[in-house]
Each structure stands twice: as C-alpha cells, then as structure tokens.
C-alpha cells in the first residue's frame, strides 16, 4: 500500500472556488479501482488530502488522469504557494 499527503494552500480570496474543484477532484479520484482513501480535510484556506492506494501502478494511472492534470493547472494562479506532496510510508 502506498500513502500519500497533499497539501493544498488557497489564496484566502479563491478558497471557496479551489474548494469546489478539490471536492470535483475527490469524487472523480474515489472510483479509481487502485484508490483505498481520499479523503479532504480542511482548515481556513489549507486543504489536506490523505490518500491510500493498492500499489504504484494504480498510483501511476491515477497521475495521468485528465481531471488531475486539469487540476493542478486550473489552479496554480489560485494557490498561495505549490502543491506540497509527501510519499510516505507506515511506521507501525
């Protein structure tokens, strides 16, 4: 299993319009076959998606995917800083 985090940060101004596209992003994301968890999380203008998927193949294809792709550009002029995005790995 692999898990990852992203960390997602608004402009204050645009919160609610990169609200409305990660919550697009999610449902689309969750009827992935390899996709385990995603799930939002949120405070104020940062968003926080953990995610779990089955394996690096269905990671890779969820990568490729147009309504991913078309996220990160649609929203880079609305964010205050880059897309922060950790692999990680369970501890115990």
Known sequence: MISITAIIKSK??????V????????TNTRKEA?????DLHYSENVFIIWEEWTDQPGL??????????DF???????LAAPIQVYKTSEVF
């Open 72 to 78: 990160i550009a649609d929203s880079e002029d609305l």
């Open 60 to 69: 890779d294809i969820h990568n490729s995917q147009s309504y991913l792709i």
């Open 12 to 17: 204050e101004e645009t919160t609610e319009v």
């Open 34 to 38: 390899a996709c385990i968890r995603y």
């Open 19 to 26: 609200k409305e596209m990660i919550q697009s992003l999610v």
